[in-house]
């Protein structure tokens, strides 16, 4: 049963061990890379700028699963698109002995303008098995921010790869980024959130950029967001319409600023504030009558002011 294993001990002996354990370590090397590499993808580009791109993803799978198909197309205005890219804060991790550091916008107001027309068009174009990839780099181009979004079962994701990460165009790390947005070098080193945190449904890691370091991601109830954002604003209290007054007699003395007893009488703000004024007052007063009480009763009279002496006859 075992005859076909012939290799003697002393054969065995010939073959170096830190041979093989280079063998191994290059095997082990070679897996590793090709679970980092993540599955190859198809990108569609919808706006590509010397220092920015926004495109679409997909896997070249062509049959992709339920997993992957999301409720693409869908339609945005700009005003929708800023207000939630606005609000996206990252809230960075603290140690023991840290002080916490307030959350940081995600994008600034020029990022904001630049990439939402982009987005717009890019979730209107969409299919369901794609998804949408942003990549900006700083003015000073030594540093990326990188991510992606797209709604499922009628929520919005939004995945914060990097977020003003070293580096630069040249570096294997960036392209690889550019690659896939959705690839995080060092990990966003914490985690995504929404200004109004009461839509919010919870910040998970996600590692589908393949490499050891995760992205951040929010889940989002964008359209209870976007229902409460188009909420009428409570207008101020209107004035009364006034009524016209009843004619007056001729014998009639009163001025013609008095009106009648149905009409609502408008006061000015001035005099009623003066009224307020005038109630604090009296209200002083009666307290300062209470305390002299209560130093009386505790054999402390009170000062009485000092009168003057009346004349002898």
Known sequence: MFDC?????????TVPRSFLWSKIALAATLLL???????????????????????????????PSSDHLYDHPATWTMEELSAILSRLLLEEQKGILDTAKPPRPVFS??????????IQNAFRTARPHEWLSFHLTEP????ITSGGLFIKNGRLHIILANHQEPGSAEDPDVKMVSANPLRSMR???????????????GTEPNWSGGHAASASELTLDHQAFLAFLRLPIASPPQ??????KAPQSENTSLPSTVASKKEPVQKDPLLSLQDEIDRLKRKIEEQEKDIAKLKQSAGQPPKSKPTKPRPHP
């Open 140 to 143: 000073s181009g030594k540093a």
């Open 239 to 244: 004035p009364i319409a006034s009524i016209p």
């Open 5 to 13: 294993v012939t290799t003697h001990p002393q054969e065995r002996d």
């Open 109 to 118: 107001q020029e990022e904001i303008n630049r990439l939402v027309p982009a």
């Open 187 to 201: 990990g966003t080193r914490g985690s995504l959130q929404f200004e109004s945190a009461r839509f919010s449904m």
């Open 33 to 63: 890379c090709l679970g980092c590499a993540g599955p190859p993808l198809i990108s569609r580009p919808v706006q590509t700028e010397p220092s920015w791109f926004v495109r679409l993803d997909s896997y070249q799978d062509t049959s």
